[in-house]
């Protein structure tokens, strides 16, 4: 079971973005799902998270700019990217806390991406 982060790039301040992170292999269930950033030099912070009722928590940083999304169905988590300033650059993560089947064991687990870039431009 893996989670594959995309969409990040190179983006003008004021622009916009939208990261998708997909899980993939034998999932069972995935409970929260949620978006961290990690910019140089810095420790990694939450972004966004969403339950699997569709309830969001947010950063107070990215309110009103940030829309985090989930589709059960396709086990994929989205991040809808506005208004960009130059301090949202950072490696974008996305984790979920999953339960999925390995090896013939039910394993329950906090799963991480690979990370993708977003750099905004003054």
């Known amino acids: 079971v893996q989670l594959q982060a995309s969409g990040g790039g190179l983006v003008q301040a004021g622009g916009s973005l939208r990261l998708s992170c997909a899980a993939s292999?034998?999932?069972?269930?995935?409970?929260?799902m949620g978006w961290f950033r990690q910019a140089p030099g810095k420790q990694r912070e939450l972004v966004a998270t969403i339950i699997s009722d569709g309830s969001t928590n947010y950063a107070d940083s990215v309110k009103g700019r940030f829309t985090i999304s989930r589709d059960n169905a396709k086990n994929m988590v989205y991040l809808q990217m506005n208004s960009l300033k130059p301090e949202d650059t950072a490696v974008y993560y996305c984790?979920?806390?999953?339960?999925?089947?390995?090896?013939?064991?039910?394993?329950?687990?906090?799963?991480w991406g690979q990370g993708t870039q977003v750099t905004v431009s003054s």
């Open positions: 292999g034998r999932i069972i269930r995935i409970d929260d």
């Open positions: 984790n979920a806390n999953s339960i999925y089947e390995e090896y013939g064991q039910v394993v329950a687990a906090k799963l």
